[in-house]
């Protein structure tokens, strides 16, 4: 019986945390603003051109067609399994040479704010899925976003739909 509420527990405070919890790891914590502790870095020859809509939304499609269903796993960092936040870690640095921050807390922190309705392929959207929980996707177009949903696994979603649409807070350019 111990062992079971202990398990139960632990699930219940996994499931409370999100994709907020994870640490960075390894990542060096250099400001970009006042007050900052987060950065951006990039791979030597493999810089991404941001500006060029059309380039992010073939690369962010492709990491699509590579990782779709992918299952979520708070932590998760690989194929077998990942999380929001691991996931747009893992887009930016193999497919557009951006290293990202490995948290959502961290990731929120870059770039700067860009309206709703004027975001582009790449911008990094964010939601408020709980009262502490946060989640990232990345946007690519007419609504839709790619991103590691804990129902789906690695998906895409639309803004528009009732829960993102609620849950939505804010986005970030690069």
Not at 125 to 132: A, I, L, N
């Amino acid at each position: 019986m111990k062992n079971t509420l202990w398990i139960a527990g632990l699930f219940i405070a996994a499931a409370l945390v999100g994709c907020t919890s994870v640490p960075d790891r390894g990542q060096t914590r250099a400001g970009q603003g006042i007050g900052s502790s987060a950065r951006i870095t990039t791979i030597p020859g493999a810089e991404a051109d941001l500006g060029d809509p059309a380039a992010v939304k073939n690369s962010l499609y492709a990491q699509y067609d590579e990782w779709k269903g992918t299952r979520y796993q708070i932590g998760g960092l690989s194929k077998q399994s990942v999380d929001c936040s691991g996931f747009v870690h893992i887009t930016f640095k193999s497919r557009l040479g951006i290293v990202l921050p490995r948290s959502t807390d961290l990731q929120v922190e870059l770039g700067q704010h860009v309206d709703k309705d004027e975001l582009r392929a790449g911008d990094l959207v964010f939601f408020k899925t709980g009262r502490t929980l946060r989640h990232v996707g990345v946007y690519l177009e007419d609504g839709r976003f790619l991103h590691a949903s804990s129902k789906l696994g690695v998906a895409i979603s639309h803004l528009n739909e009732n829960y993102w649409k609620s849950a939505y807070w804010k986005a970030k350019r690069l």
